[in-house]
């Protein structure tokens, strides 16, 4: 049979949409769609007959029945969310790739309510006239912080955007070469500034640089001091760094201001929890610097924002600037952010009720009971898995804290019909995606980033995939 001959046994769209599986599933799903994967699908069987070498055509027939499950399939995957929730069971508790810090499941009234009703966004109820969306956060950020005054962006980078914009464009910022970091998304700190408007000076060298080299560069056309918090990667051995209480000296002393991007934007002293140290926001502000940015989805827990603080005279000029409408959030992010603050009036709240901080500061023994759990209900479904509970370290991840490690338990699982990377791929496809990571050539789950209510859907998974 040659192609053309084959090619006219392809089913017509109309003979395809009134297939009987086909007419059933058209009381869920949108006609449009419906026509749209007939169309795509007999497209995908010409183009698949169209490469096919001759050899291959005489035993090649189109298989109708085949055809139509793959359309009925394609129309199901077409109208589940793409964005929705998965397991991670990789134990990194900020993960970029998974959405990075869990908003509190005590949250969830009061951002819907926010979401499916009109809110006082940009209302004074007081006065009954326009108000401004960052009075909803700046009161409590400022009661937190100690800073003269707030607003939020929708992220770190858009907030060193506007900082570096408003307050040194045309101008010079000094920054020293050791903290030209690389963000997320290959974004690098000179692209940002150069972007601003602002002329970079870098200064010292890429593992040393002292108060002179910031002296030596100052000019008519400094208009502002740069420290990045290199929150992603540390620089050990033969290095040296000018402190903020230097940097900050310098300033009031040649009347130029300084400004931190510290990135992860922690509030609490993590070193009471046995973390490594991690500058705080109020310690910037105690330290004296003009303006700080940092994060709202990294160790803060919140939803992602890019929080600006310092001196009122600098953010005045900031709200002024045709950027900051370009970069302003939406009632949502306002919102989750509120509700997430109001947890820092009370350190205990925040480390109990915001996930990243509770599973950041999480003890062995919890994890341990988590793994002893999850592993019994596993054993129970007489799988044939191999599991075994192990000794490990997870990772705080988000580009924060890069060289703690947190000790934890995980299972390690391996199977006699597929192999690790086919159980990984499986698991990955699930409706409820579940994603691991693959360590010695057994597949690991860490316990630390798993909730409990995620047991059931594992073992579930872990039984159509292994059936």
Known sequence: MNKGKLLSTLPSVDELLNHEEVINILGEIPRRVVLSKIRESIQRERNKVLSMKEDKLQDYRIDVEGLVKFIVKSCY???EMNLREVINGTGVVLHTNLGRALLSDEIKETVWSVASGYSTLEINVNTGKRGSRYSHVVDIIKNITGAEDAMVVNNNAAAVLLVLGTMAKNKEVIVSRGELVEIGGSFRIPEVMEQSGAKLVDVGATNKTHLRDYENAISEDTAALLKVHTSNYKILGFT?????????ELGKKINIPVVEDLGSGVLINLQKYGLSYEPTVQDSVEAGVDIITFSGDKLLGGPQAGIIIGKKYWIDKMKQN?????????????AALEATLKFYLNEDEAIKKLPTLRMITEGIEPIRQKAVELMNDLLKEKLDLSIEMMDDFSQVGGGSLPLEKLPTKVLQLTSRKLTVNQLEEKLRMQPTPIITRIQDDKLIIDLRTIKERDYSFICEALKRVLS
Do not use: C, G, Y
């Open 77 to 79: 995957e077409f109208m």
């Open 322 to 334: 045709p950027l900051t409408r370009a970069f302003r959030v939406d009632k949502l992010t306002m």
């Open 240 to 248: 040296h760094e000018v402190s903020l209480k230097e940097l900050v």
